[in-house]
């Protein structure tokens, strides 16, 4: 069973950057696509970014497209999300997630999840 956790979440100004890092134990992610998703409020889990587990092919919502980086280490067990330029429309709880095979953005597809991380974009 792969647990997954999240971390780098925090208060931050608009215009300011974040980094999160998810962190694998129990199993290693090795065939297993990482996803980023987020949940606002009052709102569904949305899809952000994912990463193939093998050629590191990567895809983004349109929204975040050219401000967040989605990265991984196989090796390290671990995936991060670069955020920069944030809005204060990206507040929400962040989770990553993992699922064997094909990324998607689409988080029903998905079958092992960590805990969340709040950010908030705020001045």
């Known amino acids: 069973q792969v647990q997954l956790l999240e971390s780098g979440g925090g208060l931050v100004q608009p215009g300011g950057s974040l980094r999160l890092s998810c962190t694998a134990s129990?199993?290693?992610?090795?065939?297993?696509?990482i996803g980023w998703f987020r949940q606002a409020p009052g709102q569904g889990r949305e899809g952000v970014a994912c990463?193939?587990?093998?050629?590191?092919?990567?895809q983004y919502a349109d929204f975040v497209k050219g401000r967040f980086t989605v990265s991984r280490d196989n090796a390290a067990n671990t995936a991060w999300l670069q955020m920069d330029s944030l809005e204060p429309e990206d507040t929400g709880v962040y989770y990553c997630?993992?699922?064997?095979?094909?990324?998607?953005?689409?988080?029903?597809?998905?079958?092992?999840w960590g805990q969340g991380t709040q950010v908030t974009v705020s001045s």
């Open positions: 997630a993992a699922v064997w095979g094909m990324a998607t953005l689409k988080p029903s597809l998905y079958d092992h």
């Open positions: 129990g199993k290693s992610l090795d065939y297993h696509a």
């Open positions: 990463i193939h587990h093998s050629d590191g092919r990567k």
